[in-house]
C-alpha cells in the first residue's frame, strides 16, 4: 500500500477564509478535478518531509503544518504495512496511521491543514495542475472535488467549525 500526503492549505490556521484547491491536469483520466495538493511519499522519506518536498515543486511554495486531519484510518492486512513503516519512521508522523484517508486501492493519505509561510510568495501551478483557485467560505463545494477528496473538504470544514 502506497502513502499519499496532502496540504489542506488555509489562509489562517485559527480563522480560515480561504481554502486552496488544486485543478488535475494529469493523469488523463483526473484531469479537470479538483484536489488537494500533495503527492507520494519515497521510500524512507518522512511524510511531512515528503509533503513539504511536494509543494514546493507542484506549487512553488513553503508551508508551515497545522493538524493532521482525522480520516478513517485504516484497519486491513494491507494498512498494517503501512502502520508499520509509518512507526518504523519515528518522529511526529509514528503514531499517524490512524488518520489515514482511502484514496484509491492501494493508496492511503495523510492530510495536514497548512498555511503559506511568510514571505513564501503567491502558489502557481508548476506540475500536476493548471490551475489553482482560493475558495472562499461557503464555496468549498463550487469546484468538482475528486469522489476521494470530498470527504476530507467535509472533515476540514467541520474541523474548523467553517460552512462549505
Known sequence: MALV?????????????????ARRSAPKTLAGAWEFPGGKVEPGELP??????????ELGVEVALGSLVAGPGIDDAEGRGVLSDLAGLGGEDADAAHLTWPIHQGHVMLVWLAVLEP??????????????RWLPIGEWLSVPWLPADLPIVEAVARDLRVTI
Not at 6 to 17: E, G
Not at 48 to 57: K, N
Not at 119 to 132: I, N
Request: no cysteine; proline share 7%; glycine share 4%.
Open 48 to 57: 511531512a518531509v515528503a509533503l513539504r518536498r511536494e509543494l514546493v515543486e
Open 5 to 21: 500526503v496532502a496540504a489542506a492549505i488555509l489562509d489562517d490556521l485559527v480563522h480560515p477564509t480561504r481554502l486552496l484547491a
Open 119 to 132: 514571505g513564501s510568495g503567491e502558489p502557481r501551478p508548476l506540475q500536476d495542475h493548471d490551475e489553482l
